[in-house]
């Protein structure tokens, strides 16, 4: 990989891709992605392209490996959790929020209990995908439940007896109501937005990003 490049890690395949690579081209990045390459280099611009899980965006951009990532705030959020206290670098800079990617992280339980409050997840088992932020949030409620980790079908882990509870990213809420789960308080809104490494220090890549957020802000304000 040639150091001289802009690095920046989007998702492979998922929920976020599209939208990458759309921005990508209107921000004027042109791209030859081929499907199962890892590495795509513009050829208009000194860009290549990470395509790499979602999950390891936030890792790769804080530990310099890449010089901007587009990632789920909800997984920067975690990831940040995740390395605090540790020795691990856990800084990014956001320089944008971006318009796609919106979901909220909320708790749910089964539909059959009816409405209920913090209190009634006191001693209960929460399954999710993201135990690092369900851990701050019921620090900071003062609730004892215990969290299960799980890193797929949340939504099933009620039905299966693996938890009472969960707390999992709510979009529509179509995937809630098939699981027959009633939605309760949203715990971290979330969209998707651009990192940089805090320590990026080259002039050229830093004059290339210059140049970019403006049209950033172009395309941002043109879909509004
Ligand atoms: O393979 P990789 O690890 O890269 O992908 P992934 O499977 O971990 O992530 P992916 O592609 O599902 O989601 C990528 C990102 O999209 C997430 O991290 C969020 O930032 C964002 N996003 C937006 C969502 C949703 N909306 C969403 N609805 N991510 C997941 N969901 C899931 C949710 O987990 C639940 O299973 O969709 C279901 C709920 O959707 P509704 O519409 O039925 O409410
Ligand atoms: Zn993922």
Redesign the pocket.
Known sequence: MNNNRLRIAI??????SKDCQDLLKQLGVKLNLREQRLIAHSTNMPIDILRV???DIPGLVMDGVCDLGIV?E??LVEAQAERSGGTQNAEVIKLSKLDF???RLALAWPQELGPQDKSWFEGKRIATTYPEILKQYLQRENINASVVMLTGSV?VAPRAGLADAIC?????????EANGLMQGDTILE?N?CLIQNPNLSDNNKLALIEKLMPRLKGVKQAKE
Request: with cysteine; aromatic share 4%.
């Open positions: 998702q492979k395949s998922g929920r976020l899980r979602d999950d789920g909800n997984v990617g919106y979901c939504e999992d990213l709510v979009s529509t809420g179509a995937t809630l979330s998707a």
